[in-house]
């Protein structure tokens, strides 16, 4: 360890609880970007992640209007000849529900053993406050970053980033740079250190059935009409084949198969199959036949249906034939898969499926593309060394299943590569009751930041 080093080190020692409130100052604020209601916390936490970006040293702080959430912009721009990283994060969050499954308030949050449970305590205010830590500290001992930084964190990546892109491309020329991190993500099953080389993209839709004008006595009018709750799971019924396959005609026609090399990758991940199932509480893991679990996980193309309703659902008897029904769906897709593509497919195969005496419609609800970065991009590289120096051992390389559709975005719009790293345990319960960060992932991962800065202007080995 170096002098610098050893000085970075003592000063992160010496702020850590200062640093651990203000992280639990930051999750207080409930920025449910979803959620019409909350507009007002939204706009507080981008207000009170400005001041803090200012606190540390960053400058050119903006909280830039969007027609929706505000987009938190700063910038540190006075390394001359080096690099430029563009760095994001998000500071909106998921709605609670349901509140009964948390142990504790989810904006009142607490530190229980090694464990900071909260909203957002992982997805992603934590990796939010891990990037600003980090040039907190580099600019508190150094008085310099080594590299050119720019912050974009934005406030609806939970509410399907609907300004980001008319943001980004309004501020193309500002925006300019060499590389983007994306701390979105986190590490692999056992919570062992990685980067995230491949996400999945999205192509979301609703499904209404109609029938009849109201809902109907089932003793009066059954038999005489068709049931929309009855035609709703027909139509969701034939949506995959015996094998796990998914039926739209042509939803498979862009997917880049995994390669030989691809499979030997899954296969050399340290998964154990058992314990994720236990973890999950299920009698087995299903998916399409011809896969390993993590080859279906994150490798190949899915629908799901994510949420159902129609009909008489309080308590006691109703006998009605329901009016409505609906469903929400989600195709998460593949390289070289596209949402405008498949959604049209999917709405064409779904008319099909409806049977007489209803009336159907399937609305596009957004999507995003799906993206990949090579394992043997410079940066990728300096991530990778940062995280072995810091964590003791050498990263995975990873597909996320999930889907954060402007990495894309970044990637045409700006001409940036793209590094997926963040540093949140993988059963952090994002989206879940008593989501958390471990507090061993929080602190190195604010050294393992610094240090991926470090390594981008490092000559190489």
């Known amino acids: 360890m170096t002098a610098r080093d050893t000085d970075l080190e003592a000063y992160l020692g010496s702020r850590e ?8 100052a930051f999750l207080r604020i409930p920025s449910i970007s979803g959620i019409p209601a909350h507009a007002g916390d939204c706009a507080r936490a981008a207000s009170w992640l400005a001041d803090h970006l200012r606190a540390v040293g ?8 969007t027609g929706g959430h505000p987009i938190v ?21 998921q709605p609670v529900d349901p509140l009964d499954g948390w142990t504790s308030p989810p904006f009142e949050p607490v530190v229980v053993g090694d464990r900071i449970l909260g909203r957002g305590a992982s997805d ?3 990796n939010i406050a891990i990037l600003v830590a980090a040039v907190e500290a580099l600019l508190a001992v150094r008085g310099a970053l080594p590299v050119n930084l720019r912050f974009v964190f934005e406030g609806e990546e939970e509410s399907s980033s609907v300004h980001l892109e008319p943001w980004l491309i309004a501020n193309r020329d500002r925006l300019r740079g ?7 993500v986190g590490f692999f099953e056992g919570n062992l250190p990685a980067l995230t080389v491949a996400l999945r993209g999205i192509a979301y839709a609703q499904i209404d059935v109609r029938g009849p004008f109201q809902d109907l006595h089932s003793g009066g009018y059954g038999g005489t009409v068709t049931n929309p ?13 015996a094998d796990g396959r998914v039926t739209v005609p042509g939803f498979y026609d862009d ?23 236990a973890a999950l509480d299920v009698p087995a893991l299903t998916g ?3 896969y390993t679990t993590l080859e279906r996980k994150s490798g190949r193309p899915t629908l799901d249906v994510n949420g159902i309703w129609g009909g008489y659902q309080g308590e006691g008897s109703k006998t009605i034939i329901p009016g409505r029904a609906s469903a929400k769906v989600s195709c998460r897709l593949v390289p070289d898969q596209r949402p405008d593509r498949i959604f049209p497919a999917l709405k064409a195969h779904v008319m099909a499926l409806a049977p007489a005496g209803v009336r159907v419609t399937v609305t596009d609800l957004g999507g995003g593309l799906p993206s990949r970065t090579s394992l043997d991009h410079p940066a990728v590289r300096a991530a990778a060394r940062a995280l072995e120096a810091t964590f003791g051992r050498a990263p995975l390389f990873i597909r996320e299943g999930g889907s954060i559709p402007f990495v894309a975005t970044f990637e045409e719009v700006l001409g940036l590569p793209v590094v997926l790293m963040g540093f949140t345990p993988p059963d952090g319960n994002f989206h879940a009751p008593d989501e958390w960060m471990d507090r061993r992932n929080f602190e190195l991962g604010i050294r393992a930041f610094a240090r991926t800065l470090d390594e981008l202007v490092a000559p190489p080995a």
């Open 17 to 24: 609880a200062a640093r651990l409130a203000d992280y639990l």
């Open 58 to 65: 960053m400058e050119h702080v903006e909280v830039a209007p």
């Open 73 to 93: 912009y700063a910038d540190w721009l006075h390394a001359a000849g080096a690099p430029t990283v563009v760095a994001y994060g998000h500071y909106d969050v």
């Open 124 to 126: 992603d205010k934590g």
């Open 178 to 184: 060499d590389v983007a991190i994306v701390s979105d």
């Open 229 to 241: 709750v009855h035609a709703l799971a027909a139509i969701i019924a034939g949506l995959h084949d």
């Open 255 to 277: 997917v880049a198969p995994l390669t030989p090399a691809d499979r030997a990758a899954y296969a050399a991940l340290p998964f154990d199959e058992a314990a994720y199932q």
């Open 288 to 290: 399409e036949v011809g």
